[in-house]
């Protein structure tokens, strides 16, 4: 069973504009989330996260929404930038450092 | 500071076979945490090692087993391999178990079982 699902594969931005990729979970219980950015031929780099007591966490151009009712955060990328093309997951704790990843959104802004 | 380093990066099995992944894990770190990425999949976790225990296992058959040496570096096995273990396995290391201790991945071992 998927404990954190995204469902869009992929989105095309274009420079400058904003980025919105989604993810939901079927967990009330989890208490914080993370976005890591993938880059080909790379492992996963943590970007940002946001603990289930806040409803936004704001680092520079990357803002990360949480909306528990829902079981639904967002990121958003603000302007978004080429080297912002990347697959992008959200993952939220089994336990400790231990996660579940979603399935991944694929990035790509246009130049 | 050296980063998480994984070997080999490619290699391809035939079905029935045994592999092992090699994972060093980064300097200072205590645990090491290995994950599965099927293609069109996200990360899967397969199970942790800290100070050289396993600490916590994903949903993955007993073929899939592990190791942490003294060092902190890790092995992943898996016996009798399938076609479905054809996947980017991904090393992370943490400085312990905690949600606090960020993990910082190697650039994976994609293995192809033919």
């Known amino acids: 069973d998927q404990q954190v699902k995204q469902n869009s594969p992929s989105l095309s931005v274009q420079e400058g504009r904003i980025s919105i990729l989604n993810c939901d979970y079927t967990?009330?219980?989890?208490?914080?989330f993370l976005w890591y950015k993938k880059y080909p031929a790379e492992g996963p780099t943590f970007l940002i996260s946001i603990s289930s007591i806040k409803d936004k966490n704001e680092d520079g151009r990357f803002t990360v929404f949480l909306n528990k009712s829902a079981k639904h955060l967002s990121l958003h990328i603000v302007p978004s930038q080429p080297g912002d093309s990347a697959v992008y997951f959200c993952?939220?704790?089994?336990?400790?450092?231990?996660?579940?990843f979603g399935t991944g959104t694929s990035l790509t802004v246009i130049p | 500071e050296t980063g998480v380093t994984q070997s080999p990066t490619h290699l391809i099995k035939t079905r029935g076979q045994q592999v092992t992944l090699r994972c060093s894990s980064q300097?200072?770190?205590?645990?090491v945490s290995w994950y599965q990425q099927a293609l069109g999949q996200g990360p899967q976790f397969i199970f942790q090692?800290?100070?050289?225990?396993?600490?916590g296992r994903g949903n993955f058959p007993p073929r899939f087993s592990g190791l942490q040496f003294p060092n902190y570096s890790s092995e992943l096995n898996v016996n009798a391999l399938e076609l479905d273990d054809s996947a980017l396995y991904l090393c992370?290391?943490?400085?312990?178990?905690?949600?606090?201790?960020?993990?910082?991945f190697g650039e994976g071992s994609r293995l192809t079982v033919l």
């Open positions: 300097s200072g770190h205590n645990t």
């Open positions: 992370a290391s943490s400085l312990g178990t905690s949600f606090s201790g960020e993990l910082f």
């Open positions: 967990n009330s219980m989890f208490d914080y």
């Open positions: 993952a939220a704790p089994r336990t400790g450092n231990q996660f579940y």
């Open positions: 090692y800290y100070r050289e225990e396993e600490n």
